[in-house]
């Protein structure tokens, strides 16, 4: 019986990747309707398919890529991806070729999202195990969480849009979950590979070094302990010991371990160095790497172009005095690293999910988001579906998403197209998005500390139970 | 706001601080009633209120400066106007079968004044079915198909280079005129534009050009005007033209020989342009008038409910009130003046401005009750055109390029014997001359005053920040019952487990409400999505039922009708069977549907309001109550209060009159008369809705229906 539900459940769970993919190629063949490409919430001028083709032209001419400011992206992309951008197939639609990689990339990311979600579960029912709260298990609905994930990353219309609209986000998002992937499997190699790949394409996944050498950490801990990357904090498991009246002062786990540091910052220097000698092949007479540097992170950290998207940074740059731009710019960019130290020290035994609030932290204050930003932390969200099921807002924060996403377009037509609105009326909605997605990172941390607070006074409570 | 309110129903243990804001919160959402009511009435009156509020127009631009320079028109341009208004009529009485004759007297006459002169052929355009056309720039990639050579229409333009400017801006003056059926008040009004445009050939203040544009009308004045624009908009660079002469050697002989005949001059047969466009005025006159002044109508409403600016109004009016002394119209729905409860209504509130008045005679804002009247019947119209987002002249054609443009008619008090033709001729052209002067100083694109108003009187206006003080009231209930609703179904789940359970045994249930409680909502969600996809659906199906050839309106609606019908089912089937039972097992489904529901139509109104805010006020005005007071009968059956017994007939006339074909019989009956109402004018209505490329249409098939079907089936709820 048990089996063959699990049997109609994983049936249900292909049957919704196959729709998906049905569905993001029966958009692929009406790009023209759609015209999802020049959507400022789509493409930025980092992630801009127009901008890819541009640079490639510009390459195959003998220019730098970089020349003109119009492509921002890195040259490996370019080597990559740049010939599907000319390539055509008679009577198709005119860039199905680079449709396709997305689509791919997309199914990618959402097998690895399921598998890391798998990991994450098996270590969440160790957890409980080793904490004897099994009963909870049998007690509660257990959602499968890597299917769950996979399915609202697959299924989520931004992740879609920013598939068909021919962004690079999905490859970039592709990166950050091998990282991610890599982290939780244990593969050090492969997590370097990622981080430095997610690192080279948008500089903001950097930051993720740090739930990621946490789980590395973690993960010699679950050797001893048998938990797995994501975790209640150790106390928890201390306290438990100590009911137990166990002097399990061998077993406790480490607190630091520099080889697992050392081994990833090997693999990582190997990565990067191997990258920046690809990247140094390919610009060789266009200015080599320095250029590259310049209009790639330059770029990112300048805030120089500001057309308008999703973000909030755009627009205050438009209106802040000359003189003011530079404090201001290191004012924002600070702010995401002021985060960092606290919500590591907070919830460094959920490095997972400290994975998650920094991607989405990123996507709120990066100088130029995309709706293939959200796409990427609300698919990460589905990891912890279980431990976030007390989440508060969650109606609030649906359709907060929902009426934004529809009402950006509309404004963003008010704007550009009527003439009756202006600047003000697309920026409303960007900052109602930058806000719910404020509140959406806060009740999430929140929820999570309650699960763990709810973890411990089970733990606490159970002596007492049986006493009476 | 809601968010204040959803915080409140989270933490159910008592604290002994709570945050003010968090009181008020809770406050509000326990009292979601009242404050409901409460808001929904002011709105209601605040709607009322409009008329009372509206404030006196202003011309906002400096630039403008209009009736600062003496008119220059003289009685020579009037005699102009008026040889070739004989001209026309006479060459009309000779011959009848082609309008080509007076279209190369027009040209000629245009040349005779020194400006540039060309044809623009131009086939009509069906109108067809774009769904996604709102979200999509205007793009000229529109695959034309089957010409005929029979059906083309000539448009005439003659263009004055400014000697002043640059040629980079450009006024448009157009004239409807069908040389086939011509009326005489088409001939007059191209009598008038053409004793303005000789003026204009001779002044030397001119800084931008003039484009005259004689519209051919023989296939709707629109279609003419919007076919010219388009070309003049998004040239094509295709062969078309090539195509055309091959095909009909007709009209390519027929260019021929009036190239030969102009033959030196400045005609050119290739499509001329001038700069970007400042701004428009459609010229009409209008044949019979019972008025008893001469009076000037202005129509401004384009497609969407937009509306120019106001400034450019607010020039027409103060030069034809002011400096020409005619009368200026804008439309009303005359079925309001007679309406006793509105008098009485405008009666009450013009005493509490006189009590209000005599306490301090400072407050000075009553109006009397038959300017009230008036006003009400004018916003009424303006908001029923708004709404209906079919623009109501050739001006709509402008404001699809984002050029301010309005229709000015003109109705001359007597017959139009020969002092009263020059008196009509100097006075509408001294108007003309006096709009484009001003027109003339603007540095930048109408830009200062107002895009979103509401006009109730041709000198009175409401902006929107007040008119969506009355919107924002009415759906202000809406957040605050869904949330009162979601705190409900989850606090009585939550006590119906715990109720008769001991203390050790809550923090099993405790433990076990982790797993779905906060995401229970996630079933009605699914419920929701499914009618809103239904309602997609729905509105695209007429795109398949209008290629079935010969269909009358009445088959058709049926056809619509019975595949709504059976893609529900369909969709019901496929989709939502696997949760059914999931739904049956709680008892309170129905109130979170409901909850859901409400947040939807909350979205759904807050972006119409911005789209096309007449259709937003008209649908919260249907739908806002009805999903308020939406509850199971079966409920208030059981209950069978006096309160209960005047909610279920409340639910049943609401569940009736917010259908939306009933909706339209309904309005239509109070406008025309129930007589004209029959089920093939739905059919009709909606076609020209989505011809038009109408946003009130995807309002009614993507929110109204999905929320009145998902109303219905909370009253039919089985609980």
Redesign the interface.
């Known amino acids: 019986m048990e089996k063959l539900k699990k049997k109609i459940r994983s049936f249900s769970f292909w049957n919704w990747v196959i729709a998906s993919i049905i569905f993001r190629l029966i958009l692929i063949y009406f790009p023209k309707n759609l015209n999802l490409c020049s959507r400022p919430e789509v493409s930025t001028p980092l992630t801009s398919f127009r901008r890819l083709a541009e640079g490639y032209w510009l390459k195959q001419s003998s220019m730098s890529p970089y020349a003109g400011s119009m492509y921002h992206g890195s040259p490996l992309l370019l080597s990559l991806l740049g010939p599907l951008t000319v390539k055509r197939i008679e009577g198709q639609p005119n860039h199905l070729l680079y449709s396709l990689v997305s689509v791919i990339a997309d199914v990618v990311s959402a097998m690895l999202i399921r598998a890391t979600g798998q990991n994450l579960q098996v270590a969440y029912f160790g957890t409980l195990k080793s904490l004897d709260l099994v009963k909870q298990i049998e007690l509660s609905e257990v959602h499968s969480s890597g299917d769950v994930a996979a399915l609202i990353y697959l299924c989520n219309p931004f992740t879609i849009v920013a598939c068909v609209g021919l962004s690079t986000s999905p490859i970039e998002n592709m990166a950050v979950i091998l990282c991610l992937y890599g982290a939780c499997s244990r593969l050090v190699p492969l997590a370097a590979f990622g981080w430095v790949i997610a690192t080279h394409l948008s500089l903001y996944p950097a930051i993720l070094i740090i739930p990621v050498h946490l789980s590395f950490v973690l993960a010699i801990c679950d050797l001893l302990l048998g938990y797995g990357p994501d975790a209640p904090p150790r106390k928890l498991f201390l306290q438990r010991h100590q009911q137990k009246g166990l002097s399990s002062q061998s077993k406790l786990p480490p607190g630091f371990s520099w080889g697992s540091i050392i081994h990833f910052a090997f693999w990582a220097l190997l990565w990067s160095v191997y990258v920046l000698v690809l990247c140094g092949i390919s610009l060789k007479q266009f200015g080599g790497l320095w250029e590259m540097f310049k209009s790639t992170y330059g770029f990112i950290l300048t805030v120089e172009d500001l057309s308008p998207n999703v973000g909030v940074l755009w627009y205050f740059f438009a209106e802040v005095f000359e003189f003011f731009r530079n404090f201001f710019l290191i004012v924002f960019h600070v702010n995401i690293l002021f985060m960092i130290l606290p919500l590591a020290i907070r919830l460094h035994h959920r490095p997972c999910y400290l994975a998650f609030v920094y991607v989405a932290i990123c996507s709120m204050l990066k100088s130029y988001p995309s709706v293939g930003d959200s796409a990427l932390y609300l698919g990460l969200l589905g990891w912890f579906v279980n431990e976030l099921s007390d989440m508060q807002f969650s109606l609030f924060l649906f359709c907060g998403y929902v009426g934004v996403s529809l009402l950006s377009p509309v404004m963003h037509n008010l704007w550009i197209w009527r003439g009756t609105g202006n600047a003000n009326f697309y920026f409303a909605t960007a900052m109602v998005y930058a806000c719910l997605q404020i509140v959406l990172v806060v009740e999430g941390v929140s929820a999570m500390l309650n699960h763990d607070r709810k973890l411990r006074s089970l733990i606490l409570d159970k002596p007492r139970d049986a006493k009476s | 706001m ?2 204040t309110i ?2 409140s129903h ?1 933490d159910e243990k008592p604290k002994p601080r709570v945050r003010p804001i968090v009181r008020f919160g809770i406050f509000l959402v326990s009292h979601s009633f009242l404050v409901s009511i409460v808001c929904f009435t002011s709105g209601v009156l605040a709607l009322f209120l409009l008329p009372v509020l509206a404030k006196n127009t202003y011309i906002s631009e400096n630039a403008l400066m209009p009736g600062s320079a003496s008119p220059m028109l003289s009685n020579q341009h009037v005699s102009d106007g008026n040889r070739l208004v004989k001209d026309l009529t006479n060459s009309n009485l000779k011959s009848s079968e082609t309008g080509i004759e007076s279209h190369k007297i027009i040209a000629q006459y245009m040349l005779d004044v020194g400006a540039e002169v060309s044809f623009h052929k131009f086939h009509p355009q069906m109108n067809q079915f774009h769904p ?1 056309h ?5 793009d000229s ?1 529109k695959i034309q198909e089957n010409y005929s050579c029979s059906s083309y229409g000539i448009n005439t333009v003659g263009i004055i280079r400014a000697p002043r400017g640059d040629g980079k801006e450009a006024i448009v003056l157009v004239t409807p005129y069908n040389a086939l059926t011509s009326s005489f008040g088409e001939v007059l009004s191209l009598g008038i534009a053409y004793s303005v445009f000789s003026l204009l050939t001779q002044v030397t203040w001119l800084a931008k050009d003039i484009i005259w544009l004689v519209a051919d009308s023989q296939f709707g004045e629109y279609a003419a005007v919007s076919a010219w624009l388009r070309e003049y908009q998004t040239p094509k660079f295709s062969s078309m033209s090539a195509l055309n002469a091959e095909m009909c050697p007709d009209i390519n002989n027929l260019f021929e020989i009036e190239v030969h005949s102009m033959a030196g001059s400045k005609f050119s047969n290739s499509f001329r342009r001038a700069g970007t466009m400042t701004a428009a005025l459609v010229l009409k006159v209008r044949d019979q008038s019972e008025q008893f002044d001469d009076t000037i109508s202005i129509y401004a409403e384009a497609s969407n409910g ?1 509306m120019p600016n106001l400034d450019l109004i607010n020039v027409v009016n103060y030069l034809a009130v002011h400096r020409q002394g005619l009368r200026v119209n804008v439309e009303k729905l005359w079925s309001f003046l007679n309406l006793g409860w509105l008098k009485s209504l405008g009666e009450i509130f013009e005493s509490l401005a006189n009590i209000a008045k005599s306490l301090n005679p400072k407050f000075k804002f009553g109006i009397p009750a038959t300017e009230y009247v008036e006003g009400t019947a004018i916003l009424a119209s303006s908001l029923y055109y708004q709404a209906l987002g079919v623009p109501t002249g050739p001006h709509g054609a402008f404001r699809d390029y ?1 050029v301010d443009a309005i229709t000015l008619e003109i109705s001359p008090k007597f017959s139009l014997d020969k002092v009263w033709r020059n008196d009509i001729i100097l006075r509408g052209g001294r108007l003309i001359e006096g709009v484009i002067r001003s027109v003339n100083n603007l540095l930048e694109k109408f830009h200062q005053s107002f ?2 108003y509401l006009l109730t009187s041709p000198s009175k206006f409401v902006s929107v920040g007040v008119y969506m003080i009355a919107f924002a009231l009415l759906i202000a209930p809406l957040p605050m019952v869904a949330a009162s609703l ?1 705190v409900d179904s989850n606090s009585s789940s939550n006590c119906s487990k715990g109720d008769s359970s001991t203390p ?1 045994a809550i ?2 249930t405790d ?9 229970r ?1 996630l079933n009605s ?1 699914k419920l929701v999505f499914i009618v809103h996809l239904w309602g997609a659906i729905v509105s695209v199906l007429p795109y398949f039922i209008c290629q079935i050839p010969d269909c009358s309106p009445t088959t058709s609606f049926m056809i619509w009708v019975l595949l709504s019908i059976l893609s529900l089912l369909i969709l019901n089937s496929v989709l939502a069977s696997p949760f059914a039972c999931v739904k049956a097992s709680q008892e309170k489904e129905w109130a979170l549907v409901k ?2 529901t409400i ?2 139509v ?2 759904g109104l ?2 119409m309001s ?2 096309n805010f007449a259709t937003a006020e008209i649908g919260a005005l249907l739908m806002v109550p009805m999903c308020l007071l939406a509850r199971p009968l079966k409920l208030d059956v059981r209950a069978g209060t006096f309160r209960s017994c005047c909610r279920i007939i409340c639910n049943l006339v609401l569940g009736h009159i917010a259908f939306p074909p009933a909706a339209f019989f309904l309005l239509k009956g109070m406008l025309d008369g129930f007589g004209s109402a029959n089920v093939g004018g739905f059919w009709m209505w909606v076609e020209s809705l989505w011809a038009w490329n109408s946003a009130t249409y995807l309002f009614i098939g993507m929110v109204q229906l999905p929320c009145w079907v998902l109303c219905v089936s909370i009253l039919f709820h089985s609980c």
């Open positions: 809601a968010e959803e915080n989270s996604l709102f979200f999509s720039s205007p990639g937009q984002q895009f979103l979601y050790s923090t099993d433990e076990h409400g982790i797993t779905i409680r906060s995401w909502w969600a909850s859901v947040s939807s909350f979205i807050g972006l911005v789209i």
